[in-house]
């Protein structure tokens, strides 16, 4: 990529951590970013294991690196090594985005709940408050979802669940409005949100998340899978009518929340958008 400010060495270094890596498209989102705002800051990627991440943090942190987006499966192992954690990441024990600040402390950050919602806003325009939705999966996508639907003001939140003391867990979260429940409870739902992997391309890509019999135009169905962008589940809620939103408005969404905790400026959300679309092949 030309760039239109040279690398030098005031250049700012921002990066992913994860394993693997190699095909995060993290990079392609936040370097057009940089670009398109004249910033002199640059985004790589770092492939690291487990058992180096404690190494590796201090050794971004010795380094200056200002910014740190923490992907799978270090979004909560990670949190031992850093030095304060906003409410965000304490509540739901996630961190997708390290500041390093001034001074030198590592801060964590989780803006996966709210680039949900505001990917959300963006696709839908969607009111949610009094509503019902329906979070399928318990881990820390789920977690962030149900923690910012909360935020939203709605009314119930079911979680649907194969592991009974993950979904307990995420109930902690408001044992109030989260409830445990089955996929049959979906068609009560107005908003369905899967945040498992399946109908990712390393499972079984034919799979669904549920019977195609539990949802109905009316509905909204949000996949948190960006890849492939479009799932059998979602081609099936397509299909019969139901309002569809992939997940890579989401990744980019909370990437700008990144964007803006590190250089104090709002992103450009459609130059970030359509690198993020032109990385992947696809005009959705
Ligand atoms: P995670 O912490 O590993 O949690 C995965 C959840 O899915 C667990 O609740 C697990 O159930 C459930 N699950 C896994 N395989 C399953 C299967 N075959 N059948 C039924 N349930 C299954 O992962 P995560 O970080 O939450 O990520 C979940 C998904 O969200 C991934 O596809 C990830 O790519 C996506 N994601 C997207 C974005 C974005 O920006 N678009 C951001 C974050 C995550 P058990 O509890 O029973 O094990």
Redesign the pocket.
Known sequence: MKRNVEISGATKLACVIGDPVSHSISPAIHNSAFEFMNLDWIYSAFCVSGSNLGEAVGGLRALGVRGVSVT?PHKSTVIRYLDVLSQEAQRIESVNTIRLTQDGRLEGFST?GL?FLNSLHDEVALDLSQSKCAVI??????RAVAGALLDAQVRKVIVI???ID?AEKLRQLSPERIVISSLPEISECDLVVN????G?NQ?DDSQLVFDPELIAPGQIYSD???WPTETKTMAMCRDKGVTVIG?LS??VH?AALAFRLWTGLEAPIEVMKKAARDQIGTDQ
């Open positions: 799978m996966d680039g999966g318990a881990g820390g996508a789920a669940n194969r592991n993950n945040a498992t992997p399946i990712m499972l948190l899978i960006y997940g989401m990744l909370q």
